[in-house]
């Protein structure tokens, strides 16, 4: 066994190990990464053939986390892992994007990257070393990677740029990115911060950065000492370099007209450029036409890329006409539907997004139940991107990748604006009803005016925008406000969200080399001025929140109780609380929250609000002394009857305090058990808390009533002596022989 071991050290010293030749040796690579108590195994494994007909990167990469990892068994009836969750899918997709743009653009074999944590001791966030693990494995195979990468995250604590926070670290951060990058390049950007600056923004990229070229430098090393540097040979791709010559030849002008031209209907430019693929298809022998006609288009593609780049680098027109620093026409109308608690159309060009707002109780929280991330979340945002958004003829099939992926940024974007303390649990659902590029922005500025329309107290409004960046190594120019055709022949794709005083959220792609960052810090000034136009419109639209809630948002009130009447207020099995929900038609949820109950009634009229709070307060009222009572007689004693005078408490009626007149018995006083009756709160006993009630204190005094006297005891003179009480007087003899009657507790069963 030839184990090869190499170790990074991190700025603060902790220490993390790259092993590769004892685990999973029949991948094509392995390698198992370990800091602290987390381990994950990465492996990656290629077909040698690429499918026929295939001419992109069939990349899949998959993170998943044991519950075993964390000691914890899965939830569910079949305890054991199910499909992935959001997290997992997000992790996945972090290393996606760094890896995918860095295979050869002729390599189209299968290739699957697995990474799997199978132990974390809860300190570490493994989803930041999964980069890392997935290129360490590639860097040992002999798979074509132009790597290595690796991925960090730095968040900024106590003014203090941190590489590969702690949990708990994290949760002190104002700024928290992920990075993915080569040695010299960065190509992946995602995170959140509170408001940040462009400048401390590229800040935290140089941090990253130089961490990353560390972790890249390891990895090479291990790739040497393995012997992995040279790599497999392989042919996907049959090419007639004289047919690509003439595709252009014959294409390219056509093509750049067509860019050139600046039409905003995206449909007309997608067919313009198809006829002129076509009208050459066309033109060929008949007999070549079957053969040469996914070489033609493969060819036209890169055709069509280059006329659309050069237009825009050599005289700034854009594939819609546009300016490089313009944004689309936008329009925007709030209260757009009745039912939603609210809900904003947002269109953007030929992006439109409809966004509702929810507002609901505690009960309507989500449930967080990963490996490591476990409790409740208050604020949802779900993002749904049907196929007629883009004049697609094919089913929905739920959701994917993407559209976890484009609802997390929304929801990042939006939620450090979000009111501290609200009372509601909310959930935004952005539903794209048009696309050409950044929908995910238009769901950013939906959610704002719909939180706005909803009455929701934000912070600050918050709007987002995609840039975008082409590029020949020489010249080069930033884009405001992308389409989808500038996205996918472009070299980046920069997402930017943020309010007027900094950005909440960011998202990069870049898929060219040499970024430097001095174009990242134009791209982000850039970005800052179509914000601020963007966030002019919203607030021109909804210049503040609405005043009140909508008259079918639930109200809420909350309470608080000690934590000694949480019991008596759920009741056995919630059977208390359930027959308040039932009676009142209200909502009611408690929680113990610092050694207190906190309640929590919601209910969409005041008449179902107030009974639910006069039952609760019914249960969770102290007694007072001198306070009349309304109660039901229990049971009937010779003494007197024991009546409920408050839920869960009964007290004392004596016989003696039901009437002005004596009563010879129980049965004189008329009183039967279920009756109800009016009680005074006479005396409750401070040693045993005992409750002594009255219904003659509520009865007039007879005249001339003389409390009688009770009749004196009598001098009963000094007690006897009653001598030693083991000197009962008298030989008292022994015991009499009990015979074998065996031991007093094994008496056997009773008859």
């Known amino acids: 066994m030839n184990v090869i071991k190499k170790t990074i050290a991190l700025p603060d010293g902790r220490e993390i190990t790259i092993e590769t030749g004892k685990l999973a040796k029949q991948a094509d690579g392995a390698v198992e990464l370990r800091l602290g108590g987390t381990m994950l195994l990465a492996t990656v494994v290629t077909a040698k053939e690429a499918g026929e007909g295939v001419d992109f990167m069939p990349l899949q990469v998959e ?54 944590m199978y132990s974390s001791d809860g300190v570490d966030m493994p989803d930041a070393l999964a980069g890392l693990a997935a290129s360490a494995a590639l860097a040992v195979s002999d798979i074509p990677f132009n790597g290595p990468i690796s991925e960090v995250r730095v968040a900024r604590v106590n003014g203090e740029f941190v590489i590969d926070p702690t949990f708990e670290q994290l949760e002190n951060a104002d700024m928290e990115l992920m990075v993915g990058a080569t040695y010299d390049n960065i190509m992946m950007v995602e995170g959140e911060m509170n408001e940040v600056s462009e400048a401390d923004l590229l800040a935290a990229l140089k941090a990253a950065h130089d961490a990353i070229k560390i972790q890249c430098k390891a990895q090479m090393e291990l790739a040497e000492e393995v012997g992995s540097t040279v790599k497999r040979e392989y042919c996907h791709e049959t090419n007639d370099e004289e047919l690509r010559k003439d595709v252009h030849d014959k294409c390219y002008d056509k093509a750049y007209a067509i860019a050139k031209t600046g039409s905003a209907d995206k449909h007309w430019r997608a067919d313009s450029f198809e006829a002129i693929c076509n009208e050459y298809i066309e033109s060929l022998p008949e007999e070549e036409r079957d053969e040469k006609a996914p070489l033609v288009k493969r060819y036209y593609h890169d055709v069509e890329k280059e006329a659309m780049r050069r237009c825009v680098l050599d005289e700034g027109i854009r594939l819609d006409g546009r300016k490089t620093t313009e944004i689309r026409p936008i329009w925007c109308e709030t209260d757009y539907l009745q039912a939603p608690h609210g809900s904003a159309i947002f269109t953007r060009g030929e992006t439109q997004a409809l966004a509702t707002v929810t507002l609901g109780t505690k009960l309507d929280e989500k449930i967080l139940d990963d490996v490591l991330n476990t409790g409740r979340e208050r604020f949802l945002l779900h993002y749904n991107f049907p196929p007629f958004s883009t004049g697609e003829a094919r089913p929905t099939r739920g959701v994917g990748r993407r ?88 070299d980046m794709d920069f997402k930017v969200t943020g309010t007027r005083d900094g950005i909440t959220a960011t998202q990069m792609d870049i898929k060219c080399d040499g970024l430097s960052y001095e174009i990242l810090e134009r791209a982000l000034n850039q970005a800052r001025d179509g914000r601020l136009h963007i966030l002019d419109i919203i607030e021109a639209t909804i210049p503040e929140p609405r005043a009140d809630y909508k008259s079918n948002v639930p109200r809420i009130v909350t309470m608080t109780i000690p934590k000694d009447l949480i019991g008596a207020v759920i009741g056995p099995g919630g059977k208390v609380i359930q027959g308040i929900q039932e009676a009142s038609g209200a909502t009611v949820s408690i929680d113990e929250i610092d050694d207190a109950g906190f309640i929590e009634v919601a209910a969409t009229n005041k008449e179902a609000m107030d009974k639910a709070i006069k039952m609760i307060n019914e249960i969770v009222e102290l007694p007072e002394e001198g306070k009349v009572y309304t109660g039901t007689v229990r049971s009937i004693m010779d003494f007197g009857a024991f009546v409920q005078f408050m839920p869960n408490r009964d007290g004392l009626l004596h016989i003696s305090e039901i009437s002005w007149e004596r009563l010879a018995d129980m049965e004189a006083s008329g009183l039967k058990e279920g009756d109800t009756v009016q009680v005074k709160l006479i005396e409750i006993d401070k040693k045993t808390g005992k409750y002594r009630l009255s219904m003659r204190a509520l009865q007039p005094k007879p005249e001339g009533y003389v409390e009688p006297e009770r009749a004196p005891r009598g001098d009963r003179g000094p007690r006897r002596d009653r001598g030693d009480r083991n000197d009962r007087g008298g030989d008292r003899g022994p015991r009499r022989d009990r015979g074998d009657r065996g031991p007093r507790n094994d008496r056997g069963p009773r008859e």
């Open 63 to 116: 993170y998943k986390e044991k519950f075993s990892s964390a000691g914890r068994f899965p939830g569910g009836f079949l305890k054991r892992e199910g499909r992935a969750s959001d997290y997992e899918i997000l992790t996945s997709r972090l290393v996606d994007r760094v890896l995918r743009p860095l295979f050869p653009e002729n390599y189209h074999a299968d290739t699957f990257v697995n990474i799997t």
């Open 403 to 490: 559209e976890v992926g484009h609802g997390n940024l929304a929801h990042r974007a939006l939620k450090r604006m979000f009111p501290d303390d609200f009372p509601y649990v909310c959930r935004i659902v952005s539903d794209i009803l048009e696309s050409n590029g950044s929908s995910s922005m238009a769901t950013v500025c939906a959610g704002t005016l719909s939180l706005l329309d909803a009455g929701v107290k934000m912070k600050r409004p918050v709007a987002g925008i995609a840039m975008g960046l082409i590029s020949d190594g020489e010249k080069y120019a930033i884009l405001s406000d992308i389409l989808g055709d500038e996205d996918h022949l472009g």
